[in-house]
Every structure is written in C-alpha cells, then in structure tokens.
C-alpha cells in the first residue's frame, strides 16, 4: 500500500462576515499533483456546492488556474469560489497580500478580480459575457416551482447566462420566494436551447436590490446559499425591465431561508456591453489536511 499525502485546504465562509452564514468553499492551495478524477473524488467527499483545486496556468497575465469542481462535475466559471480562492490566494502569499488587481484563469477564460478596501475588504470579480434567451411560460414556471401563477410578476421568466445557465424568474414578494422549490424532476421541464436542464433563479425585487433563492439539482446542489454566477445575469434581466438602474449598485439577499444568509454587492455596467462585478466579503473557518 502506498503512504499516503498530507493535502492542505482551508473552507471560507463567501458573501457573509459572519462565519457560519454565506456560502461554504473549500480551496486546496496546491493541486498540481491532482488529476480530475480525484479533485471530483474530493469534491464529492466534501459535499460543499463547490470545491477549488488551485493549479499552475498558461494563460497570460493570469496568477493561477482555478478548476472548480461542484459534487457532480466540473465548472468552467463559479462565482462565491472565485471570490473564496481569491481570499485565500492572499491568506497564504500566492498572490500579494497587497494586490489590488489580479486575473485568475478559469474554464470560461481569464477572471479579472479587484480588491475594495474596507471594515471588512470586499473582494469583486468582473462577470463573463451575458446572454440571454428563450422565455418561459409563466404557467410552467410557476407549477415547476410549487406557487400560484398569481404569485410571479407580470414580467417573462427568461434563459440568461454568464457561462452557467440560468432560468430567471421574478415572484411578486419574498415569502413567495420562500415558498418556492424545484426538484430534481421539475428541473428536467426546465430547459435550455439545447435540451439541457437549467438552474432556477427566483427573486422578488426589495428596496435595495434583490432577495433570491437558487435551485441547481442538476449540479448535486439542491439549493445554492448565494451564487455569485447568477448575478450577471440576474443584474441584466433587472436592468432589461426597469427595475435597477444602468450603472447602479445594489445587494442581493441570498440563503436566508436555508439559515446561511448571503449578501451579494451587485454593481451594473454603466454602458450597454460593461461588464457587471459582483463582490462580496469573505470568513475564515477551517484550515484542514486530506490524506490521500
């Protein structure tokens, strides 16, 4: 039998100050001598929404490659890990501790990450390429979801993207959003171009912002505490129907119904094709080893 090796990572609590709340990711710091078979292996042990491996890049300009791994399969972009690894990175010097701009290589491309100083420091990651797409009948939504058509804004839920696709669906109030769930069955009615089953993202417009719930079965993630990847697009479908303005700055709520309240700063693009940043504060909790 062959000895074993010690594999150090830290879990950071993304999106909250407090540890305990926001959205768990685990981040192993040095994951060159790790194939995809095993980090999926880890990720599945570790049952988190997410787990990052941080490996050497090529990419230009980039500090590091992230590989993003949710229990299920491998992510080419993620949001609250993004913004987990990028806390960690400067926990342990890989990137200066006092690096206000960075770029981070990921599936999707070359991440760009800016640090906003502060009690506490919010960390901000500028968003991919937003699409958007076919809508959905307001009807399926709302049986898919388990509430009253009269629940649903007049407003048409719609496909959008920013590398992970999601189904946007506004709700007239937050105790809708909290009444909201969709199963691993009902996410299979609820497709892409396609023919993928996509993620739901439900909202209801609060002053301020936003307070939403993420349903991502397909992934391994029954509900997603706070997702970072969702708020490109939730920002575009905001902006689409009037109800945040181009160049605004706003929260979103996220997890409280699930007893791991997230806060997502949002801040639009000013023009048409800006890209949209979304930032967050980040909780130290674990500083564990695997042996593998």
């Known amino acids: 039998m062959s000895e074993r090796r010690a594999h150090r990572y830290r879990v950071v ?3 909250t100050e407090t540890p305990l709340e926001g959205n768990p990711v685990a981040v192993f710091s040095a994951s060159a001598d790790l194939g995809p078979r095993v980090m999926q292996a880890i990720a599945r042990e570790l049952n988190l929404a997410e787990t990052v491996f941080v490996c050497p ?6 500090a590091v490659r992230l590989r993003i791994f949710t229990p299920a399969r491998e992510m ?3 949001g609250h890990p993004t ?3 990028s806390w960690v990175l400067q926990a342990e010097g890989i990137v200066a501790r ?3 701009r960075f770029l981070l290589d990921e599936g999707i491309g070359a991440i760009p990450i800016r640090i906003e100083h502060g009690t506490p420091p919010l960390i901000w990651l500028s968003t991919p390429p937003v699409r958007v797409g076919q809508c959905y009948a307001p009807a399926l939504c709302a049986k898919l979801l388990g509430l009253d058509a009269g629940d649903l804004l007049d407003l048409p839920s719609q496909w959008v993207s920013a590398g992970n696709p999601i189904a946007v669906i506004a ?4 105790e809708a959003v909290d009444r909201a769930w969709l199963d691993r069955a009902g996410q299979q009615a609820l497709q892409g ?3 993928t089953p996509v993620c739901a993202y439900v909202f209801a417009p609060v002053p301020g912002g936003a ?3 993420m349903f991502a079965p397909m992934l391994g993630v029954p509900e997603d505490p706070a997702t970072g990847s969702a708020m490109g697009p939730l920002a575009t479908f905001m902006m689409q129907h009037g109800l945040v303005a181009r160049g605004a700055r706003f929260l979103c709520e996220q997890g409280t119904k699930m007893g791991r309240r997230s806060i997502l700063h949002v801040q639009t693009g000013v023009t048409e094709n800006a890209p949209i940043d979304v930032g967050g504060s980040v909780a130290p909790v674990i500083e564990a080893v695997m042996m593998l």
């Open 83 to 85: 913004i987990g690894a």
């Open 193 to 195: 171009p396609d023919g």
């Open 76 to 78: 080419a972009f993620a």
């Open 57 to 62: 890049t090529t990419r230009e300009g980039c």
């Open 13 to 15: 609590d993304v999106f």
């Open 98 to 100: 006092d690096s206000e």
């Open 211 to 213: 307070y939403g719930r």
């Open 171 to 174: 709700v007239k109030s937050t």
